[in-house]
């Protein structure tokens, strides 16, 4: 069975450029999450979706920062016009129908703003 | 989200039981705890989960006390390969609201 799966794994931009992240959850899975640890920081939720509808995105940033999980495709977090700030590693998780299933982890993406 | 509180650090020797605790001493009536680790830089690893009952499965055994106000997370015969960072979560169980929050965890070195 294949487990989350994120790519790029590694991503380099440059300020201002847009940063788009890409996450494939596992087979029969309809719930995502994205996740983002800052450099020597912990885990902190960003965004949590189901197929084409966003649940909860009280972590987002405001500005710069969107997600989506289409009917058909992979879950994207974009980032526009990025900045040094928003280097970090972004992980995606994803769970099955039911209040109490756990979240599996990809293992993630690293983004680094030059 | 009731909040835990856990160790920063433990040492365990290799192929000794791990004994890893937890408290959550506000936790509600139908919020589960979860087990998590987090090895290097990868992304966290499911270990655990359960709600009142003592679970085991092929990684772990997860002890809570029958208050609910504490558990122990126990790696049987602990490896160098399970040296990582342990979360214990207690999950926002609300449908629609089910988010991870990460504490610090426990940062776990097997010796040799």
């Known amino acids: 069975n294949a487990g989350v799966m994120q790519n790029p794994r590694h991503l380099v931009r440059r300020r201002g450029q847009e940063a788009r992240l890409r996450c494939s959850p596992m087979?029969?899975?309809?719930?995502v999450y994205w996740y983002r640890q800052l450099p020597e920081e912990g885990l902190k939720f960003m965004v949590y979706l189901q197929k084409e509808n966003i649940i909860d995105e009280s972590g987002m940033p405001k500005e710069r920062f969107s997600a989506e999980f289409p009917k058909e495709g992979p879950s994207i977090l974009r980032i526009q016009q990025v900045v040094r700030g928003d280097s970090a590693a972004y992980f995606c998780a994803s769970s099955p129908v039911g209040d109490w299933q756990p979240q599996h982890f990809g293992d993630g993406t690293r983004l680094s703003i030059l | 989200d009731a909040k835990t509180t856990q160790p920063t650090s433990m040492d365990c020797a290799e192929g000794r039981a791990a004994n890893l605790p937890c408290n959550h001493s506000?936790?509600?009536?139908?919020?589960?705890v979860y087990w998590y680790r987090q090895i290097h830089s990868q992304g966290p690893q499911y270990i655990i989960h359960g709600l009142k009952n003592n679970e085991t499965n092929e990684m772990a055994s997860l002890i809570i006390t029958e208050d609910r106000k504490s558990s122990t997370l126990i790696l049987p015969h602990a490896t160098l390969r399970d040296t990582a960072v342990y979360y214990c979560?207690?999950?926002?169980?609300?449908?629609?609201?089910?988010?991870?929050?990460f504490g610090q965890g426990t940062r776990l070195t097997i010796n040799p």
């Open positions: 979560i207690v999950r926002v169980g609300i449908q629609g609201a089910q988010k991870l929050v």
């Open positions: 087979k029969g899975h309809s719930h």
């Open positions: 506000t936790i509600s009536g139908n919020e589960y």
